[in-house]
């Protein structure tokens, strides 16, 4: 007990954690974990608590993964980096090869964050236009709600106040359409025919603007920053449309929905469309080391392909294409295919829409899911509601985080029967408790 309080006063004596105000701390304490197991985190005490969060999104066959691990100590044996730059190896490339056939986007380039593949993705799709004698598109647009991230130019296409309102005078302003999540549906519209209205907006603005546009940024099938907000994928299929014809790039953020969250490998798939570029992370090492990469055209690629070195691509990262990382990603894409994950998780994702029936008792709306994304909107009054539920549910041995009223569940995939009742028992008891 005191050995662990120690670690949490060293902690935050020393640790600035994360999307945190550090003086909350005062009321709601950090808990120390020790280790993990499948779906479960253990602390210091051995109190075990449910990751129904997959950690921030990014694990996907548990913790603890033996095969994901042993990969990753057979890379350690023979090679742990080398810069990338002017040096290639075995993992980036087989990698590289991996995801290709995957997307059909052919060019992998890598970083270590979303938010990076974000920088990446907004930098080439300018510059390809620079290249090819299009210096004026300059803009970009997003989706209301949008979340791409958070360092300045991934913030510049973001939208969600409390993460950008402060920063705004030091962003580069973004035009923002109406979301097609279909939360924001008029009364008694249904879901595709609001989908079809967002994307004729969509439509009016881009062909008005598409002379300084360069790209459209979007989150496909489930913006999961503004709350798991869902759409119908005819906005996708409008959306690469208008892009086409209006001579605009369409960069796929699947950082969060990428890697099967939403029941397809990818979320592009389920409109059947190939974006300009894809950003992927996350998920990519099962939730291993830190990875992402966005994936581009043999077309873009080559307006970069020149004599001068100025045309090419000259943005460097240090840990560009780690070999560790992209061993944990090479096992990631292994469990993937011998284990036929996508035609499992369908059993999976039905057996928790079916344990989340009982819901439907509480005051509950949008009871929803796409994939292995499964959600609801509480109705209460408590504006505390989502750190109150958060901290009755690690009471009761579940990591849920609420997003306002959202509540959530993205679990590893790994997760059985058993757990899934643990995961919406508990939840049921923790909304009564504190809506
Ligand atoms: C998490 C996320 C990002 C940012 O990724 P980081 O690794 O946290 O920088 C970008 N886009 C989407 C859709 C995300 O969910």
């Known amino acids: 007990m005191?050995?662990?309080?120690?670690?949490?006063?060293?902690?935050?004596h020393t640790v600035w954690h994360p999307c945190t105000q550090m003086k909350q701390h005062e009321t709601y304490p950090l808990i120390p974990i020790k280790k993990g197991d499948g779906v479960w985190l253990y602390d210091a005490e051995g109190k075990r608590y449910l990751d129904a969060v997959s950690s921030w999104w990014v694990n996907l066959f548990g913790h603890n993964n033996p095969r994901i691990k042993d990969a990753i100590k057979l890379q350690l044996d023979t090679l742990e980096h080398v810069m990338l730059a002017g040096f290639t190896?075995?993992?980036?490339?087989?990698?590289?090869?991996k995801l290709a056939k995957l997307t059909g986007l052919g060019h992998a380039f890598y970083a270590s964050d979303g938010a990076s593949?974000?920088?990446?993705?907004?930098?080439?799709?300018?510059?390809?236009?620079?290249?090819?004698?299009?210096?004026?598109?300059?803009?970009?647009?997003?989706?209301?709600?949008s979340y791409h991230g958070e360092t300045l130019g991934a913030l510049g296409v973001t939208d969600?106040?409390?993460?950008?309102?402060?920063?705004?005078?030091?962003l580069t302003q973004s035009a923002q359409m109406l979301s097609p999540d279909f939360r924001l549906a008029a009364t008694g519209e249904g879901a595709e025919t609001f989908a079809l209205r967002c994307a004729e907006a969509l439509e009016a603005y881009v062909s008005e603007h598409s002379h300084e546009l360069a790209a459209f940024i979007v989150e496909p099938l489930v913006q999961c920053a503004a709350g798991m907000g869902m759409y119908h994928p005819i906005y996708l299929k409008r959306a690469r449309e208008v892009c086409t014809k209006f001579e605009v790039h369409l960069i796929a953020d699947e950082i969060a929905v990428g890697f099967g969250r939403t029941g397809m490998m990818f979320a592009?798939?389920?409109?059947?469309?190939k974006p300009d570029f894809i950003c992927l992370s996350k998920g990519i090492t099962g939730g291993y080391l830190p990875l992402s990469t966005v994936l581009t055209t043999d077309e873009v690629y080559q307006a970069?392909?020149?004599?001068s070195t100025l045309k090419g691509f000259l943005h460097s990262h240090s840990y560009t294409g780690n070999p560790l990382a992209c061993s944990a990603a090479l096992a990631t894409l292994a469990i993937f295919e011998s284990d036929s994950i996508i035609e499992?998780?369908?059993?999976?994702?039905?057996?928790?829409?079916?344990?989340?029936?009982?819901?439907?008792?509480?005051?509950?709306?949008?009871?929803?899911?796409?994939?292995?994304?499964?959600?609801?909107?509480?109705?209460?009054?408590?504006?505390?509601?989502?750190?109150?539920?958060?901290?009755?549910?690690?009471?009761?041995?579940?990591?849920?985080?609420?997003?306002?009223?959202?509540?959530?569940?993205?679990p590893p995939y790994t997760i059985c029967d058993d757990e899934i009742a643990h995961m919406v028992n508990t939840t049921i008891n923790v909304v009564r408790m504190t809506r």
């Open 268 to 273: 592009s798939e389920h409109a059947n469309i």
């Open 2 to 12: 005191s050995l662990n309080n120690n670690l949490l006063s060293r902690s935050l």
């Open 344 to 410: 499992k998780n369908r059993e999976k994702s039905a057996f928790i829409q079916h344990q989340m029936q009982v819901l439907t008792d509480l005051p509950i709306q949008y009871l929803r899911h796409q994939g292995m994304i499964h959600a609801f909107d509480v109705l209460t009054q408590n504006t505390k509601f989502s750190r109150d539920c958060y901290a009755a549910a690690l009471g009761q041995g579940l990591l849920l985080r609420p997003i306002g009223n959202t509540v959530y569940f993205m």
């Open 304 to 307: 970069f392909y020149d004599d």
């Open 160 to 170: 969600v106040a409390i993460f950008k309102d402060t920063y705004a005078p030091l």
């Open 117 to 145: 593949a974000t920088e990446i993705a907004l930098k080439m799709s300018f510059h390809y236009w620079r290249n090819t004698g299009k210096s004026v598109k300059t803009k970009f647009i997003s989706l209301q709600n």
């Open 89 to 97: 190896h075995e993992p980036v490339v087989e990698l590289s090869e």
